[in-house]
């Protein structure tokens, strides 16, 4: 079956570290996966795509890679701060990339 | 930047009648827009495609006499919830695809729209 796992369990880390967050797949040939991130009672806000041809992509203090053998996306928060503290979803685009399907989400909390 | 309106916010109605959704696109034209429903604590679970000036598309499961959809215009489409119970009590949430954008695969997110069922 077709599945998309995040890290179910809050990620806390101490401010000024990097949060590396993690997707995995299976039985997915995605275009492209993005990350979101999603407040409390707030819909989900895009951060970075990257497609299946890319291995890396910045924006920031954002990084995201993306292995296709492997399946799996990483996603990192370089120097993060509280105010990085929210749940993460990573999503892929599937039905000939007119759908996104989205992933359990990683909830991360800086710390002071 | 692109922003994808929902209204309203929030939303209580009683069990048995019947409540709408709308989402619309402000800055630019969706001729796709996606409804999803979220509980606490879970992801997002796609309900329907809508197609503007088609029927929707709706995922396996999800009762589409129920979740009515309409897409009657470019940057409006709406989800009625009808003859609502306790257990529609969710988190709607929609998206749209802006297709005039270069990059040609950002999907905005509505604020989404809180509903409870007394």
């Known amino acids: 079956s077709q599945k998309i796992e995040q890290n179910s369990e809050a990620l806390n880390i101490q401010e000024g570290k990097t949060a590396t967050l993690t997707c995995n797949y299976t039985n997915y040939s995605p275009a492209y996966l993005q990350w979101y991130r999603q407040d409390p009672g707030r819909g989900p806000v895009f951060l970075l795509l990257i497609r299946e041809n890319e291995k890396e992509k910045r924006k920031e203090r954002l990084k995201v890679t993306f292995d296709t053998t492997l399946k799996q996306s990483l996603f990192h928060i370089t120097a993060s701060q509280p105010a990085d503290s929210a749940t993460y979803l990573c999503a892929l685009t599937t039905g000939g990339g007119n759908k996104l399907t989205f992933g359990t989400g990683t909830q991360l909390k800086v710390e002071l | 930047g692109a922003v994808v309106s929902q209204h309203p916010s929030w939303v209580i109605c009683k069990s048995g009648t019947s409540v709408k959704i709308e989402c619309r696109s402000l800055?630019?034209?969706?001729?796709?827009m996606f409804w999803y429903r979220q509980f606490p604590k879970q992801s997002l679970m796609l309900m329907a495609t809508?197609?503007?000036?088609?029927?929707?598309?709706?995922e396996q499961g999800v009762e589409k006499d129920k979740f009515l959809i309409n897409h009657a215009s470019l940057t409006l489409s709406t989800l009625t919830v009808t003859s609502a119970h306790p257990e529609d009590s969710s988190f709607y949430i929609c998206?749209?695809?802006?297709?005039?954008?270069?990059?040609?695969?950002?999907?905005?997110f509505g604020e989404g729209s809180w509903l409870t069922v007394v």
């Open positions: 809508s197609n503007e000036g088609s029927k929707a598309t709706y």
């Open positions: 800055d630019f034209q969706a001729t796709t």
């Open positions: 998206s749209a695809r802006d297709h005039q954008n270069p990059s040609g695969n950002t999907i905005y």
